[in-house]
C-alpha cells in the first residue's frame, strides 16, 4: 500500500495558495491548507479531501500548534504572503514595512523551522518558496515589498547552503504578474480602482492555476531534481515596467 504524502501550504485561503492546494492534491497529496480565515479553508478542504489547520504566520503559537499536529510532511510551500501600500519611500508607513517583513519573511522563517524536523523526517521533502519579480527588480513605491521578496529569494538560497547533504530540496517559484482576487486589493487598501489599473489593458495576466502548476510540476520531480528558482511572467509582461497594453 502506498502511504499518501502529505503536502502544507500557507495561504492556502485564496488565490495562488488555494489554487496550489488544488493541484497538489490533484497530484495526489493529502495537502494540509493552513489560512487565517477557517471558513475558507474548511470549505477548501472538504473540497479536495484534505485538512484545514487555522495559521496565522505572524503568530509563533499559532505556527508551533500547526507542526505539533504534523509528524511526517513531504512539501511545505510557503505561499503566505503580501504587499501593503504602494508609496514611495519618502512618505512609506514603517508599519506597512514591519508587516511586509513580518509575514513575507519572518512568517516563511517561522514555519520552516517548526516543520523542518517533518520535512527531514519524509526522506525526500520539499520546500517551494513563493518569491517574486518583486525579488529580482524594483519598482516606483514598491521598495517595502521588493525589499521583502528580495529577502525571501535569499533566504531561500540561504536554506539551500544549510541544507546541502540532507534530503531536503529548496524552490523559489517567482511570479510576474498575477491577477488574483485579492492581492491588489490587499496593497491598495482595499481601492478596487487601484487594484484594477494594475492589470489595465493586459488581456492576459497569469492566473493563480498557472503558478498552482509551475509548484505541483516542481513536486512530481524525482528527489533528485531541484529547482532553484523559476520566474514566470504572462507573456505580455516582458519585464517589470514592459507590459503590453491594449
Ligand atoms: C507580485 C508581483 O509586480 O506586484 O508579487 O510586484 S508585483
Given at each position: 500500500m502506498t502511504v499518501q504524502k502529505t503536502a502544507v501550504v500557507t495561504g492556502?485561503?485564496?488565490?495562488i495558495g488555494a489554487a496550489t492546494a488544488r493541484a497538489l492534491a490533484t497530484e495526489g497529496f493529502r495537502v494540509v491548507c493552513a489560512a487565517r480565515r477557517t471558513d475558507r479553508i474548511q470549505a477548501l478542504a472538504q473540497e479536495i479531501g484534505g485538512v484545514a489547520v487555522p495559521l496565522d504566520v505572524t503568530d509563533a503559537a499559532s505556527v508551533a500548534a500547526l507542526a505539533a499536529g504534523l509528524d511526517v510532511v513531504h512539501v511545505l510551500v510557503n505561499n503566505a504572503g503580501g504587499a501593503f501600500g504602494a508609496d514611495p519611500i519618502e512618505s512609506a508607513d514603517p508599519e506597512d514595512w514591519r508587516a511586509m517583513y513580518d509575514v513575507n519573511v519572518l512568517g516563511l522563517m517561522r514555519v520552516t523551522q517548526a516543520l523542518l524536523p517533518a520535512l527531514r523526517a519524509s526522506g525526500d521533502g520539499l520546500i517551494v518558496n513563493l518569491g517574486s519579480t518583486a525579488g529580482r527588480w524594483a519598482y516606483e513605491s514598491g521598495g517595502g515589498y521588493t525589499a521583502a521578496k528580495h529577502a525571501t529569494r535569499v533566504v531561500t538560497e540561504t536554506l539551500r547552503l544549510e541544507l546541502n547533504g540532507e534530503p531536503i530540496r529548496i524552490s523559489e517559484v517567482a511570479p510576474g504578474m498575477v491577477r488574483t482576487e485579492e492581492f491588489g486589493l490587499v496593497r491598495f487598501g482595499g481601492d478596487r480602482a487601484a487594484a484594477d489599473a494594475v492589470y489595465a489593458g493586459v488581456a492576459e495576466p497569469l492566473v493563480a492555476e498557472d503558478i498552482a502548476e509551475a509548484v505541483r510540476w516542481i513536486a512530481q520531480l524525482p528527489a533528485h531534481v531541484n529547482i532553484d528558482e523559476l520566474v514566470i511572467k504572462p507573456r505580455a509582461q516582458a519585464a517589470v515596467h514592459k507590459v503590453h497594453r491594449v
Open positions: 492556502a485561503s485564496s488565490g
